[in-house]
């Protein structure tokens, strides 16, 4: 049987470790707490995961035919962040980052290798989880409505709860892990965390 190369996934103990900063965060918190925290950490993943690349090996492509790359998903969840915070929940009329009309898979298509165009989607990621943080922190309860009249978000084409939208987007970061593990695996190897 083969050996299994899944040893850097836990710690030797099993213990939390204290250099994963997605480790002792709150527990056993209220609602907004636990979905905040979900979240963080799952940001903080992404983060992790796409740690020590340059920009070749962020805009690395999985297989043909697929465009996928890490580059293309920091770009991806940068576009989701702005489009369920900005312009669904707080109803700021904004344009997208890396996708349009005429270009729908810009996000990926478009991800290539170039260090300025990895440290403009980091830095745009970056703004959107800050100005998601924000807004979930200052917002009076889980209760406050966006509107969603095109179903981009899964209200069925009507209103959604800032609770629902955090779901989502919990869900939209835990999806893409999968192929984020999958990606950073293929460049070098690196598999865990």
Aim: aromatic share 6%; net charge negative.
């Amino acid at each position: 049987m083969a050996t299994s190369r899944r040893a850097d996934m836990f710690t030797a103990d099993g213990k939390p470790s204290d250099d994963d900063p997605r480790e002792h965060g709150p527990s056993l918190g209220d609602e907004r707490t636990t979905l905040v925290e979900a979240l963080r950490t799952a940001r903080l993943t992404l983060e992790m995961k796409c740690e020590g690349l340059d920009a070749e090996q962020m805009a690395r492509r999985s297989v043909e035919p697929s465009t996928m790359s890490l580059l293309g998903m920091v770009r991806h969840l940068a576009e989701v962040e702005r489009s369920t915070f900005r312009t669904m929940m707080a109803g700021q009329d904004v344009p997208r980052l890396f996708v349009s009309d005429t270009n729908r898979d810009g996000d990926f298509d478009d991800a290539v290798a170039d260090a300025k165009l990895v440290e403009e989607a980091w830095d745009a990621w970056r703004a959107e989880v800050d100005f998601s943080t924000r807004y979930v922190a200052e917002a009076p309860s889980l209760d406050v409505t966006g509107d969603d009249p095109l179903n981009q978000h899964g209200s069925g084409g009507g209103a959604m709860s800032l609770r629902e939208a955090l779901v989502g987007m919990v869900w939209e970061y835990g999806r893409h892990m999968g192929h984020v593990d999958l990606l950073r695996e293929r460049i070098d190897g690196r598999i865990g965390q």
